[in-house]
């Protein structure tokens, strides 16, 4: 539709905690080649975290289904994911009013999700990191706004999966993946893989 509503949001949250948990083998062998092997993990139990937060909280504004979102993300997950997933969560949700949001509201929600990200993380596109999903993806989105909240997220998806595998070949600069220096040349991030799960969860659920 033309609005994004507080249903959506949870059921969005819902959805991708499900996607995590079938992609969680994915993500940790992508994690084992430039990481440590723990990145499946960490996302399922912050995102089993999150849906039970969601099943025992009583949410009256999209802003506050995801401050809750993100400080569960950031006290569940130990590793460098939970921290910036749970800025984004929370940096996103506070652009986010009381009630159903439209694409462009969304796009400022994005941007401020993506902006925690960077000054959290202090990366930048080309790090080799789930910036390289990201950074595309709020561009894409912007480009296609004005064709409504579906077209804009599923341009999104489609641009995050282009940055992360446009990632693939880069070297790292930042978080485990850079002490492997070269060798992390040639594999896919984990971050930004997961980064594309939630960006296409977001064009089913929201669109
Ligand atoms: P850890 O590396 O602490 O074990 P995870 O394995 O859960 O944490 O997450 C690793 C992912 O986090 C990486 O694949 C990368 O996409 C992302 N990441 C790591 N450091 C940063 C950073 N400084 N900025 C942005 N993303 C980062
Ligand atoms: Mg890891
Ligand atoms: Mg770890």
Request: hydrophobic letters at 45%.
């Amino acid at each position: 539709g033309d609005t994004v509503d507080l249903d959506q949001f949870s059921d969005w949250m819902r959805r991708y905690a499900g996607v995590i948990h079938d992609n969680a083998p994915l993500l940790t062998e992508l994690d084992s080649a430039i990481g440590d092997a723990d990145h499946g993990s960490n996302m399922d139990r912050g995102m089993t975290a999150v849906v039970d937060a969601l099943d025992v909280g009583e949410f009256t504004s999209p802003a506050d289904l995801f401050k809750k979102v993100g400080m569960t993300l950031v006290s569940s997950v130990g590793g460098a994911s939970g921290p910036l997933y749970g800025t984004f969560f929370l940096r996103f949700g506070g652009k986010l009013g009381a009630g159903p949001v439209d694409a462009e509201g969304l796009g400022v929600a994005l941007h401020a999700g993506v902006d925690g990200i960077v000054q959290r993380g202090k990366a930048a596109v080309g790090d080799k990191t789930m910036l390289d999903a990201w950074v595309p993806a709020v561009e894409a989105y912007d480009a296609a706004a004005s064709s409504g909240v579906g077209a804009a997220l599923t341009a999104a998806a489609e641009a995050a999966a282009q940055g992360r595998d446009s990632a693939t070949p880069l070297v790292a600069h930042r978080g485990r993946a850079s002490y492997l220096g070269e060798r992390s040349a040639g594999h896919q991030d984990p971050g930004a893989t997961s980064t594309v799960l939630l960006l296409e969860t977001a064009a089913e659920t929201l669109g």
